[in-house]
């Protein structure tokens, strides 16, 4: 089962910024916190990881909470083309390989005009 | 272009054939993953393997078979005996020198059985 918590749909107005939150209270000290999007019909699209400090790249921000029980996605100016489901994974980083994703149902995120 | 090819894109077989899907990648990842994914629904792995001539069954494997004899393929067999077998199917990848390195998906392969 999936180890994260996020609720099942949000809007947010084109040209706002977007703060999609995740739960997930029972994370370990070696998993990383994922968040990846899916828009219809498409292979899901990597955004961004994090273990403990806050991360930011071109498309978003994740913001981690100290105790790491919780994170938030940022995405800044939230366009159109950002309508689409946000997946938020807990993963954890095995020295052997890599791990798979563990999938729950996500956000689906509608921007709006 | 480096990516994950899957194809084709869409797909039709009758109740009782096998089919298989193919996923190519040019990314010279070592791990390779399948997805299933059904309508409104998270993705569940199938299998996935971490390096050639190795893999290892996910959560749904009932139904499915896959090989791993290069390391730039991972093709998928839904066998007859997969009882469900229409939904999307993703194959993604990644690199194997950092156990926290991201998966990178292929475009999915939608199947439909009648």
């Known amino acids: 089962d999936a180890k994260t918590t996020q609720p099942p749909s949000m809007d947010c107005a084109e040209g706002r910024a977007a703060n999609l939150p995740c739960n997930h209270s029972?994370?370990?000290?070696?998993?990383?916190v994922y968040w990846y999007r899916q828009i219809h019909s498409q292979g899901p699209q990597y955004i961004i990881h994090?273990?403990?400090n806050n991360e930011t790249n071109e498309m978003a921000s994740l913001i981690i909470t100290e105790d790491r029980k919780s994170s938030t996605l940022i995405l800044p100016h939230a366009t159109l083309r950002d309508t689409a489901v946000y997946y938020c994974?807990?993963?954890?980083?095995?020295?052997?390989?890599?791990?798979?994703?563990?999938f729950g149902k996500g956000t689906r995120l509608s921007v709006i005009a | 272009d480096g990516g994950i090819t899957q194809s084709p894109k869409y797909l039709f077989r009758k109740e009782g054939q096998n089919v298989t899907l193919s996923c190519e990648q040019n990314?010279?990842?070592?791990?390779m993953y399948w997805y299933r994914q059904d309508p409104g629904q998270g993705l569940r792995l199938i299998y996935y393997?971490?390096?050639?001539?190795?893999?290892q069954k996910g959560d749904i494997a009932e139904g499915y078979s896959v090989s791993r004899e290069k390391k730039e393929s991972f093709p998928l067999t839904v066998t007859s005996a997969q009882k469900n077998p229409t939904a999307f199917y993703l194959c993604?990848?990644?690199?194997?020198?950092?156990?926290?390195?991201?998966?990178?998906f292929g475009n999915g392969t939608r199947l439909t059985v009648t």
């Open positions: 993604a990848s990644s690199s194997g020198n950092r156990g926290n390195s991201p998966l990178h």
């Open positions: 029972t994370i370990s000290g070696n998993e990383y």
């Open positions: 994090g273990l403990k």
């Open positions: 994974i807990v993963r954890v980083a095995s020295s052997s390989g890599n791990t798979p994703l563990v």
């Open positions: 990314l010279n990842h070592d791990a």
């Open positions: 393997s971490q390096i050639v001539n190795d893999f």
